[in-house]
C-alpha cells in the first residue's frame, strides 16, 4: 500500500477506533472498551496514570459507577499517521447524569497516540485534559487552556494531567 492509502486507512482506523470508545462508554461495555486499548495501553487524566489494558479499563468502570448515564462525543480530530503509529487530538464532550438526576456538561482535550495491530488501531496512551464541566447553559467551570501548539501532538507528553474538579 502507498504512502497516502497507509495513512488514509490509519486515519480511518483511528477514527473507528475513537468511536468504538464513545460507543462503549455509552453503552458501559467493559469488554468493548478494553478492545480499544493496547495490552500496554494508558490513561492519563485527572492528575494520575493508569497503565495496562486490564487496569485502564478497571479504572474506567470504577468511575462509571458514579454516573447513571455518561453520553460522550468526540469532534474537530485531528489524526497524523506514521507508518504503524498514529497521534491524535480531538475535543470531546460528555453529557453526563449525576446520581442526583442532575445534568452536566464536561469538555476536554483527548491527545492520543495509536499503534496499528493487525487491523485494528489500539490506543497506547489516551491523555485527557479538563476545558469546562457544569450544567449545560455553561454556567459552571471553565479551566486554564493551554497552548497546545498544532494539532495533532502534545506539546509535552510529560506534564501531568489536571486534577479532576467536578465541584461546582
Known sequence: MDGAL???AGDVGVRKTLARMADSIFRRDREAHGRCYADDGEWHAFGSIVRGR???V??????MQGFPFVRQTISSLVIEVDGDSAASRGHVDEVLKMPDGSHQLVMGIYHST????GDEWLI????YDQVYFGPPDLSGKFFPLLDYGPPPHDFDPTRVTAVMDISL
Do not use: I, K, Q
Not at 58 to 63: A, F, G, K
Open 114 to 117: 495509536f499503534r496499528r495491530v
Open 54 to 56: 486490564e487496569a485502564v
Open 6 to 8: 497507509t495513512a488514509l
Open 58 to 63: 478497571d479504572h474506567w468502570w470504577n468511575v
Open 124 to 127: 497506547v496512551v489516551h491523555r
